[in-house]
């Protein structure tokens, strides 16, 4: 079957205190963890283990050749829509830049999300499908609520901003967590830019 991975940025530790002491007092949903709050850059389901080394090399080739950049979670959002929503989600702000040998303007995440995706298709670890829509999920909802007052609550929260200066390959075990939930183990974090401080988890035992 494969290991379930995604390639995420991984806000910090004051960001996530920010939006955690934000919804700390609002009860009524069931709200993610906020140790597994990530933005999402592309989903692999269904990774071979012998794949792995191959794919986190071509992801280091990928955020070599993206400088960091800041970015800030605001706004929120829903999936599908408003009137039967399953998830809920904060939005990310991004300034375009105007990437090397291109006159048009680009938004960093969105170049950064597309090289992963790249690179995950040439390791041979099929993505999945979805259009990439920068965000982080916050809960998950029936399918039959309507989640306009929560958009509206959520609408006023805006995070510092922060720099974005690596990427991390994440690994997925569902029903392994707290509660039934997924746990999420990183396996490999790769800095922006010519930097060459690759971090790998360490080997078990």
């Not at 090399?57 to 400088?67: N, Q």
């Not at 702000?93 to 995440?109: K, N």
């Not at 010519?194 to 035992?205: I, K, L």
């Amino acid at each position: 079957m494969g290991h379930r991975m995604f390639v995420a940025v991984l806000p910090p530790d004051e960001v996530r205190e920010e939006l955690e002491r934000f919804l700390e007092p609002r009860p009524g949903l069931a709200w993610t963890a906020p140790s597994q709050w990530h933005l999402t850059l592309t989903f692999c389901p269904g990774v071979d283990e012998w794949r792995i080394d191959d794919l986190t090399d071509r992801l280091g080739a990928v955020a070599r050749k993206h400088e960091p950049f800041r970015i800030r979670l605001a706004g929120a959002g829903v999936f599908p829509s408003v009137e039967r929503a399953k998830v809920l989600w904060a939005g990310v702000e991004q300034s375009p830049v105007p990437p090397i040998g291109h006159d048009r303007r680009e938004r960093p995440l969105d170049a950064l999300a597309a090289g992963a995706r790249s690179a995950a298709n040439a390791a041979g670890c099929v993505p999945d499908g979805a259009r990439f829509r920068p965000h982080l999920t916050l809960a998950r909802l029936s399918g039959r609520d309507d989640a306009t007052a929560w958009l509206r609550v959520l609408d006023t929260f805006a995070s510092s901003t922060w720099t974005v200066s690596e990427i991390a390959l994440i690994d997925s075990f569902l029903g392994e967590g707290p509660r039934g939930r997924a746990r999420h183990e990183v396996v490999a974090r790769l800095p922006l830019g010519e930097s060459d401080q690759r971090w790998w988890a360490p080997s078990p035992g």
